[in-house]
């Protein structure tokens, strides 16, 4: 199939069938990752590979019990590692102050994710299927631990594959227009935008299921996979908080805007405790 088409119908999967993956192509994804574009050419990644069945479940209560998690395959965590840079440069008589420094860490931050969607692209056409699970990010300080990662690491993405049993149909995407400005940034109207999302999201249906489907998937493949009765949960929520649109369902129930402030704290610290530094007082 032409690139193009693949990624035109890439979408993130969260149902696997229990199929290994044969280890020459985790061999390849992994090298494909590291063949990667990189800041400087410095490198500052290392994927831990997870494949038992002890560790993806317990890799899957620590993002917040995504089932996917525990059921994929393989999980990759990549980390933005500037422990090896550090040690490298006392080895030989110099000092690497990447954790100080927020230029070196976004820019390892763009390498780790230009590295992760590598693997995206490539597990695609292996006939793979892959989901980001970005809540590592909060539990920094567990999978530290758990997966004996040292200080100036920091675990930042985690990938899950495998070989796809269904693949979401309905994910709505704002329309390329609005998104891709020419020559200049494009500053819309309130009206525009409002009219933007509409076209993505559509109304809020009578039909919460049907809504769940193209807006909170995530939800409707947890209740499938584990029959835990979160949509019922979300349902209650979102007569609760009398929900009207879509914004309000994102940012007043599934991410509060200031829940997702007060979350700043222990982030920072986490890192922190890894030995950032690069975030300010
Ligand atoms: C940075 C990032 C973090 C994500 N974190 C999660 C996650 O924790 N759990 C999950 O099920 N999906 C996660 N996703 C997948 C998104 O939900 C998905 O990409 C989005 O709904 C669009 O669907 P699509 O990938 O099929 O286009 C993440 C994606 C990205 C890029």
Redesign the pocket.
């Known amino acids: 199939m032409d690139l193009y088409d693949l990624l035109m119908k ?3 999967v ?1 149902n696997f069938d229990a199929r290994e993956i044969p280890a020459e192509i985790v061999a390849k994804l992994v090298a494909a990752a590291n063949n990667a574009p990189t800041g400087g050419n410095l490198q500052p990644l290392t994927i831990v590979v997870v494949r038992e069945v002890e560790r993806r479940a317990k890799l899957g209560e620590m ?1 917040g019990g ?1 089932p ?1 998690v525990k059921n994929a395959p393989l999980s990759m965590i990549f980390c933005l590692d500037f422990f090896r840079l550090k040690r490298w440069a006392e080895a030989s008589g110099t000092a690497f102050r990447g954790e100080e420094a927020l230029s070196h860490f976004l820019i390892a931050y763009a390498d780790v994710m230009c590295a992760a969607q590598t693997v995206v692209i490539l597990a695609e056409n292996y006939g793979l299927g892959s ?5 590592i990010l909060f539990a920094v300080d567990q999978a530290r631990e758990y997966f004996a990662i040292p200080r100036f690491v920091l675990p930042v ?1 985690v990938l899950s594959l495998g070989y796809p049993k269904t693949v ?1 149909k309905n ?1 709505p ?1 704002l329309a390329a227009e609005i998104v891709v400005h020419l020559e200049k940034y494009e500053t819309l109207s309130d009206e525009a935008i409002l009219d933007a999302f509409e076209d993505k999201y559509g109304e809020i249906d009578e039909n919460v299921e049907r809504y769940f489907e193209r807006a909170f ?2 939800a409707v493949e947890a209740e499938r996979q584990e029959r835990e009765e979160r949509l019922e949960a979300i349902k209650e929520g979102m007569k609760r908080l009398q929900i009207k649109n879509n914004a309000e369902f994102l940012f007043r129930l599934r991410y509060p805007a200031d829940f997702m402030v007060e979350l700043n704290a222990n982030m920072v610290d986490s890192f922190k405790n890894a030995g950032f530094e690069c975030f300010g007082s």
């Not at 989901?131 to 809540?135: E, H, M, R």
């Open positions: 890439r979408r993130s969260r993002v995504q996917w989901v980001y699970i970005g809540t993405m979401p994910i995407k998937v995530e």
